[in-house]
């Protein structure tokens, strides 16, 4: 088991950036994929981006492709997510999540057993 916690969310105005990390506690972290997922009021929580156990592969949502880079960093068990050019589309709740180590990266939160509870992002246009 890995217990997560976000950090970093906050008020930015558009074109803005901001960086999120998603600290884990416990010895196994690199042995899991880790993905990035937002819920904005009213709507379905949605994949954001994804990187694998090793950082060797990485995956995003066409939405926030070029713009959203995940990192990780193994030996501090935390992983990152850096969002630039943001805009008010992007605002939402932001959860990083742990799923079973594989070179795919799902999309599905299905996918993924542990989450954590979830940093605020709100972009002002």
């Known amino acids: 088991q890995v217990q997560l916690v976000e950090s970093g969310g906050g008020l930015v105005q558009a074109g803005g950036s901001l960086r999120l990390s998603c600290a884990a506690s416990g010895r196994t972290f690199n042995n899991y994929n880790m993905g990035w997922f937002r819920q904005a009021p009213g709507k379905e929580r949605e994949f954001v981006a994804g990187i694998s156990w090793s950082a060797g592969s990485t995956d995003y949502a066409d939405s926030v492709k070029g713009r959203f880079t995940s990192s990780r960093d193994n030996a501090k068990n935390t992983v990152y997510l850096q969002m630039n050019s943001l805009k008010p589309e992007d605002a939402a709740v932001y959860y990083c999540?742990?799923?079973?180590?594989?070179?795919?990266?799902?999309?599905?939160?299905?996918?993924?057993?542990?989450w954590g509870q979830g940093t605020q992002v709100t972009v002002s246009s």
């Open positions: 999540a742990a799923g079973r180590s594989s070179s795919f990266i799902s999309r599905s939160a299905y996918d993924y057993t542990n």
